[in-house]
């Protein structure tokens, strides 16, 4: 997955606004204490983060 479809993503299924604090504010499980952009920033694959975002905030599997 490249960044520009992790960043669609993000926004379509948190919106704009809470997309954006989401990525900066949530701390993901599994990820070190890294918050997504965190974790984006140190080279952790965007589809990686995606699916720890889905499983955090129970994403339904079909929209992974």
């Known amino acids: 997955m490249r960044l520009t479809e992790f ?17 900066v504010d949530h701390v993901l499980t599994g990820f070190d204490g890294r918050t997504a952009a965190q974790a984006i920033e140190d080279g952790v694959e965007p589809r990686d983060v995606w699916r720890a975002l889905c ?10």
């Open 7 to 23: 960043n669609e993503r993000v926004v379509l299924r948190f919106g704009a606004a809470y997309g954006a604090s989401v990525l």
């Open 55 to 64: 499983l955090d905030f129970d994403v339904p599997r079909d929209q992974w």
